[in-house]
């Protein structure tokens, strides 16, 4: 049972490039989620969907894309990278139909930007 | 704007030693407040969900207590191991306009001397 799974682990990019972080859960959840950790701001909410083709803004989302064509897939995309957007980006979720339900969080990724 | 406190940002401890993690916040109308542990180089693993009506919530040797109209949490770790270090982290959910709006604490990065 693998849960919440992130790929890449490790990605480093150039400014400019389009990147595609993928955020895979094995649960079917209603609810997932993108955060990004930072140094000195801890974590911060990018997007969340509430299912397949529903997304909603989070505090920081200006430079990033979000889809949800499939309820287990949720990918989170820079269009054109920036250095202040390298960072640990997580991906959760929630059990149950709230969206306030305990949150479960992936591996993270590390993304560089150069 | 909802602030979220974690005093001490590090803290040591002898094992065996009873410790309590500080969280404080300025907003109290809260939906829930959950903590996590986060090992370095990981993800955030749950610990602990307190709903806003609730007074604490116990799992083995954690206890979380919530104070909402003081703005305050605790996690309570009886008999501290040293696999219990890490950093711990809060957060508080609320509903902001019609969007959730997640708040994380920056930490307290935990080590338990053996």
């Known amino acids: 049972d693998a849960g919440i799974t992130q790929s890449p682990r490790y990605k480093i990019t150039e400014t400019g490039r389009q990147v595609t972080l993928m955020c895979h859960q094995t649960w079917s959840h209603s609810y997932m989620f993108w955060y990004r950790q930072d140094l000195g701001h801890g974590l911060r909410l990018i997007y969340y969907s509430a299912a397949a083709d529903i997304t909603d803004k989070g505090e920081v989302p200006d430079g990033y894309v979000v889809s949800r064509s499939k309820t287990e897939n949720f990918p989170l995309t820079l269009e054109s990278a920036t250095r202040s957007q390298t960072s640990v980006y997580f991906c959760a979720t929630t059990f149950g139909v709230s969206s306030y339900n305990e949150q479960f969080f992936g591996p993270g990724t590390r993304l560089t930007v150069l | 704007k909802q602030e979220v406190t974690q005093i001490p940002a590090a803290l040591s401890v002898p094992e065996g030693e009873n410790l309590v993690l500080n969280c404080s916040f300025t907003?109290?109308?809260?939906?829930?407040l959950q903590w996590f542990r986060q090992d370095p180089g990981k993800g955030l693993t749950s610990l602990l969900l307190i709903q806003s009506s609730q007074r604490e919530q116990t799992s083995g040797r954690l206890n979380a207590s919530l104070d909402k109209s003081s703005g305050r949490s605790t996690l309570y770790i009886a008999a501290s191991q040293p696999g219990d270090s890490a950093t711990y982290l809060c957060?508080?959910?609320?509903?902001?306009?019609?969007?959730?709006?997640?708040?994380f604490g920056t930490g307290t990065k935990l080590q338990v001397i053996p």
């Open positions: 957060a508080v959910r609320m509903n902001s306009g019609g969007y959730q709006k997640v708040t």
């Open positions: 907003d109290s109308a809260i939906y829930n």
